[in-house]
């Protein structure tokens, strides 16, 4: 019910009602901008949004996602790092 | 795609899974002795499923589902009132398809459909709207249901009618909202709970702060989170962390769709056109003061409760669950899905007894569809063994 999916908003189709074309995995739908419609209608466009039921709800931030990789990213770092470690101890211990 | 794959990606699975296990064994938790994370929303038990998360970690991780299904906390006497507006000669009921099976005390919509009844599954109320352009000279009703994340929706949609004057169309409101029912499982004495994995587009709509009150006064983790593996595992290892560190904090793993304080437009067209109703019935869970929401009086000509006269206010409340049906059970946790007697025999996803079947977002279908049918654990998953 609550599921939602990242789309692009490819053209304004009519500014009155707040409806754009969106791009979602494929397949074009036009939905409402309203909930992210705060500047001007036209910057909307190669926008990245979460569309849930016909509504584009939030923009996606960029920023935001590159961060959650990265944190991600680190992690998988940390952990070859911790995998070194105990590959060291081994090899100190002659158990490798 | 942009913004599901990277967040899929198997290695970046690998670390956070040994990270989440070098966490879980400093916390000292195991499979006698767990920590007990819930996920709100029926969106991430579905994931969870999916996924086989709840394999892929450590056994000292055990996931309770929560109340987050709006299609398994409807009581049967909503979908008895939906059917009696469908009904009607002159009406179009318009709904999500996935309320279309779930099972009133009479029938569900599907059989009413069956009979005779004009209803049709939309993608979304503008849909419905749309219907109501086309055919003015009969009345087009769309069965508002859903949490946050769905009430924009129809709040915008039913503003677009008043904009048009578009008089044949109205919403049967049963949308809900999330923090009552949280503060009333944190308040059950016998629920153990160590953290939460906090909805998503639930968020986006209301912001972060609306959780404080389970850091600041329950003194527990919550980590909202996105739908993607990689968002989840991300998440339990945040809560992992707070658990272990003895903090209890709201964070927000979902940055690059939830705002910390929501969207603005969002929460302007809930305001403009619902109110909260004193209180609103749960599956399960009874009666939850402030949790449900109807149409403020200044949008009477699009609340089809009023319209119809059904509903809350048109009579006593009947309040009925099928024979032998632990929905509510399974809902508060006290048994795991296969510990009801109905399941897999007397309730399959094909003939549901009880709303958990019908949703894939049910914590029963989610059981059912990825093969935790043999699993033979009727224990109570998380009520303390003391009453």
């Given amino acids: ?44 466009v190669g926008e990245w949004a979460l569309i849930h039921v016909g509504f ?37 211990e002659g158990t490798q | 795609m942009r913004y599901v794959e990277e ?5 970046a699975a690998k670390a956070v899974l040994a990270a989440i296990e070098t966490v879980v064994d400093e916390i000292g938790a195991t499979a006698e002795k767990p920590v007990h994370i819930m ?61 279309m099976r779930v099972p009133g005390t009479k029938k569900s919509l599907m059989q009413a459909k069956a009979d005779g009844a004009d209803i049709r599954m939309v993608y979304s109320p503008l849909d419905a709207l749309e219907i109501a352009r086309r055919n003015p000279d009969r009345e087009v009703v ?10 924009p929706s129809t709040a915008l949609s039913i503003q677009q009618a008043a904009r048009e004057e578009l008089s044949n169309f109205s919403v049967f409101c049963n949308h809900i909202t999330v923090p009552p029912p949280i503060k009333a499982l944190l308040d059950d004495p016998h629920m153990v709970l160590d953290g939460f994995v906090g909805p998503g587009h639930v968020s986006m709509v209301i912001g972060t702060h609306p959780y404080d009150f389970i850091a600041e006064e329950y003194g527990k983790p919550i980590v909202v989170a996105g739908f993607e593996p990689l968002d989840l595992l991300q998440s339990v290892l945040m809560v992992l962390r707070q658990i272990r560190d003895g903090r209890a904090e709201v964070e927000n793993q979902y940055a690059r769709v939830v705002p910390e304080h929501g969207n603005p437009v969002s929460l302007a067209a809930i305001d403009d056109v619902y109110q909260a109703r004193p209180s609103f019935e749960w599956r399960g869970l009874g009666e939850i003061d402030a949790s449900g929401l109807r149409i403020r009086h200044a949008y009477a000509a699009y609340d ?29 946790g006290r048994i795991r899905p296969t510990g009801c007697t109905q399941y897999g025999t007397g309730c399959t996803p094909e003939m549901p007894l009880g709303a958990l079947m019908v949703s894939s977002e049910g914590a029963c279908a989610a059981y059912y569809q990825y093969g935790a049918m043999m699993t033979d654990d009727p224990a109570p998953a998380v009520m303390e063994a003391a009453e």
């Fill in chain 2, 7 to 11: 967040f899929r990606d198997p290695v």
């Fill in chain 1, 1 to 44: 019910m609550c599921l939602g999916i990242p789309g692009q908003i490819t053209e304004i189709t009519d500014a009155d009602r707040l409806m754009a074309m969106a791009d979602v995995s494929g397949v074009r739908r036009e939905v409402s901008v309203a909930c992210i419609a705060t500047g001007a209608l036209q910057d909307l």
């Fill in chain 1, 56 to 92: 584009a709800m939030s923009l996606i931030d960029e920023d935001e996602a590159a961060k959650t990789l990265e944190a991600l990213r680190g992690l998988g770092e940390a952990q070859e790092t911790l995998e070194a470690m105990a590959e060291g101890d081994a090899a100190l």
């Fill in chain 2, 39 to 99: 996920e709100i929303c029926g969106g991430h038990t579905h994931a969870i499923f999916r996924y086989g998360l709840d394999r892929l970690t450590p056994a000292g991780i055990e996931f309770i589902h929560g109340p987050g299904c709006p299609v398994c906390v409807l009581p049967m006497s909503r979908i008895d009132e939906c059917v009696e507006i469908a009904e009607r000669a002159e009406v179009i009921f318009c709904t999500f398809g996935d309320a």
């Fill in chain 2, 142 to 151: 769309f069965f508002g249901l859903g949490f946050e994340t769905t009430t």
């Fill in chain 2, 304 to 332: 089809a409760e009023e319209k119809f006269r059904v509903g809350y206010g048109a009579g006593p409340r009947l309040v009925a669950e099928p024979e032998g049906c632990a929905c509510g059970l399974v809902m508060t």
